[in-house]
């Protein structure tokens, strides 16, 4: 997952590949729930991690429910075992739900009903976001849930119900909104049959006004069903929990992948154009057989142009018609897909109109205003009223613009602005505060990259200097704050100097060739966690030696060794970028680099910091032999005839002298960085 304070998308031209989607969010959430009430044990598959799951999970830990493990671990069940129906007396818990409605909205309700000493908090947005109707509906029945702050929102408290009331004839049919949220119906849905287990009536639901997003109540039913509690549905106005009904475990039970993280996928086979040698996009995990009620997305998509084919639990999807077409829309039965819709009328060749989304306007954020906003701000003309939203595309490509995308906390806002990084006028496009998409799909954007191809070759900043100078240092911080990768190029060489010396080969000219047929049998690794491993074996300590240093130096003066690992060091370019610190990287690996960096600084300031560096890692270290190394291999480095260290021509120099500091230099990078980036005046003006 990208952490960083923003993301920058460079230019996207082409896609292909295959996909496999994380697990739904809605049918997560419910499973959880489900079995949490049930009796017996629940073995979850597929589950998905996120934000929302994670709130769910500690929440049910937190009532004392069996949760193992305790956290999601990809390719691993989670198990739940239940509650089968009931409480301890005097149950009591403080549960923070973030910004999960997944999980405030169904946790109320069974907790109302249950019983016990209960307090409902989450972050700010969570507490605007209404409960009203749902509070009104339980308190019909005589559960005891009071409001903390404002009325008809979270913060809440939750104590003992009293059902007196209900007699032994059963309730009148209770009342809720439809046409806020369906979450408020799902949740009763999801609660009632705790009561209904005891109640010797059956139980019944009425909806009042138009039931928005029926969608979802199908995926609350079937998985009611699953969870043995079959409701009747009379015509989506009435639904009858009978009498008896109790939770009973399915034993083992799938996670279908979310068919609304799909939509950005089979939007982006419908926009990008195929890459070479492939043709589309496969979706895996969710297909044409799947119960979400986004899988009707696919229709909007193909209305619009895309070529949908699919299976049971897949998709593929090419683009066809282009411009894409484009549509009006009532998009009740699609509400979060919909936004997609948004971001594919970008590339459509008129205006389309999205209806009936007025649900958009309590969801993450107001999502109307916001897909509003910053469509605009790409140069799209957008017209917005209460419950729709009409998009007509920048007229031509000079029309559009490099827009720097506020994501209001919203994981649908960023994945569907990335589709923006496809414009015809070749900008990059920059999402804010990425990191929002762990809400329902942590690596969307590792996911996006393994599938997309740049416009041009991905951006690299190359940082060069002699040794010490600061280079490694400064480039990891400047990689770190932009989500780049990294490449190290001095540990290459120090690889092929440890190896060749390990391999009994003499570091001389004559050796080179030798030398270089070595580096091609090699096998490295540069792991996440910043381990190198030479043929499965941790050599990042033993290449941190000076006597590896001065190898390296050596073996690097050799024209056949620097030929060896020269495209080994151009395949580390990849999206979103590359961050490269050497002594060529500007000059001879990545001459096309859009920022080169020449850090330098005085001998003696530069032995100090490697002195220091040393003792700090425990190794042993003399001043006056590393000044000597570092002169000597200053001379080797500078005069040397292949690739000598010299700041390419396009370079910008930093003095990095004993008065600077490390996050001087890191930012001085970044601003240079910024100025490039044609949003940086925005930006900065905000
Ligand atoms: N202004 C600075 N810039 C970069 N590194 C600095 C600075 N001041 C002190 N240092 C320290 O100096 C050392 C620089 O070493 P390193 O980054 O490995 O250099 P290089 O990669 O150029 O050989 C690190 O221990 C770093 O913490
Ligand atoms: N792009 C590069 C990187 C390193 N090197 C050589 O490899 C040696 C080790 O590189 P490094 O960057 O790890 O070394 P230090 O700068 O940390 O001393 C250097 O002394 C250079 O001679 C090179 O020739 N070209």
Sequence with gaps: MFTTEFLDLPHLARAGGSVQLPGSKSISNRVLLLAALSAGTTTIHDLLDSDDTRVMLDALHALGCTVTPRQVTPGQPVQITGIDGALPNNARAQL?????????????????????????????????????????????????????????????????????????????????????????????????????????QAIAIDVVGELISKPYIHITLELLARFGIRVENHGW???????????????????????????????????????????????????LDSIQGDIRFVEAARAMGAEITG???????????????????????????????????????????????????????????????????????????????????????????????????DHRIAMCFSLAAFNPAGLPVRIQDPKCVAKTFPDYFEALFALVQPGAPAPVICIDG????????????????????????GALYRIAGLAASRAGIALQADQADRIAALIATLHIVFAPDQ????????ISLAIRTEEAGMNASRVSAFPAVRQALLQWQRDFRRLPGLVADGRDMGTVIFPDAPLKVFLS?????????????????????????LLADLQARDARDTQRSASPLQPAEDALHWDNNAERTVEQAVQQVLSWWQQRQPFAAEESAV
């Design 311 to 409: 299976g049971p639990n897949w998709l593929h999807v090419a683009r066809g018609r282009w411009p894409l077409r484009a549509i009006d829309l009532d998009c009740n039965h699609i509400p979060d897909a919909a936004m997609t819709l948004a971001a594919m009328a970008l590339y459509a060749d008129g205006t389309t109109t999205l209806r009936n989304i007025a649900s958009w306007r309590v969801k993450e954020t107001d999502r109307i205003a916001a897909m509003a906003a910053e469509a605009r701000k790409l140069g799209a003309l957008v017209e917005e009223g209460a419950g729709f939203i009409r998009i007509t595309p920048p007229a031509a490509p000079e029309d559009w613009r490099a827009a720097s995308i506020h994501t209001y906390d």
């Design 531 to 538: 381990r190198v491993l030479l043929n499965g074996e941790d």
């Design 96 to 200: 923070f739900l973030g910004n999960a409605g997944t999980a405030m909205r169904p946790l109320t309700a069974a907790l109302a009903i249950l019983g016990g000493s209960f307090e409902m908090t989450g972050v700010p947005r969570m507490y605007e976001r209404p409960i009203g109707d749902l509070v009104d509906a339980l308190r019909q029945l005589g559960c005891q849930i009071d409001y903390l702050r404002d009325e008809g929102f979270p913060p809440l408290r939750i104590g003992q119900p009293d059902f007196r009331q209900l007699g032994s004839t059963g309730a009148a049919p209770i009342q809720v909104r439809g046409d806020v949220s369906s979450q408020f119906l799902t949740s009763l849905l999801m609660a009632l049959p705790l009561l209904a287990s005891t109640s010797p």
């Design 601 to 625: 600084a005085s001998a003696e300031c530069r032995a100090q910091r490697r002195f220091k560096q040393l003792i700090d890692k425990g190794l042993s270290a003399n001043m006056h032999d």
């Design 466 to 489: 002699p040794t010490a100078s600061g280079k490694g240092t400064v480039a990891t911080l400047v990689a770190q704050r932009l989500g780049f990768a990294l490449l190290d190029s």
């Design 237 to 287: 106005q009435r639904f009858v929990i009978p009498a008896g009904s109790r939770y009973q475990s399915p034993g083992s039970i799938h996670v279908e992948a979310d068919a609304s993280s799909a939509s950005y996928f089979i939007a982006l086979g419908a926009i990008a154009a195929s890459a070479e040698g492939q043709n589309g996009i496969k979706i895996e995990g969710v297909g």
